[in-house]
Nanobody
Framework: QVQLVESGGGLVQPGGSLRLSCAAS????????MSWYRQAPGKKRELVAS????????NYVDSVKGRFTISRDNAKNTIYLQMNSLKPEDTAVYYC??????WGQGTQVTVSS
């Protein structure tokens, strides 16, 4: 059974950092590009970052460039999102995604003083 489990979210002050993890099971992520999405209250889900299966091609939405870093460990079947210099507008539920997978439960990130 294909499953994605996100973790690492929490409450952080503006300027702080968090590292999200997404553990995959039921398939090998090494064959797939992987992505992080987020959905803020009342807004559409948006693509935040994506990484090719080898990690050689990475893309970010403009609003997180220079602050967020996506990475992957194919041996651990896990992807990560390092988030630095967090802003209140980064507050959202963060989801990882692989082609053909169902959405997981996500992990809540709240940036507030």
């Amino acid at each position: 059974q294909v499953q994605l489990v996100e973790s690492g979210g929490g409450l952080v002050q503006p300027g702080g950092s968090l590292r999200l993890s997404c553990a995959a099971s039921g398939f090998m992520i090494s064959f797939y590009a992987m992505s992080w999405y987020r959905q803020a209250p009342g807004k559409k889900r948006e693509l935040v970052a994506s990484i090719s299966n080898t990690g050689s091609n990475i893309n970010y939405v403009d609003s997180v460039k220079g602050r967020f870093t996506i990475s992957r460990d194919n041996a651990k079947n896990t992807i990560y999102l390092q988030m630095n210099s967090l802003k209140p507008e980064d507050t959202a539920v963060y989801y990882c995604f692989a082609p053909g997978s169902n959405w997981g439960q996500g992990t809540q990130v709240t940036v507030s003083s």
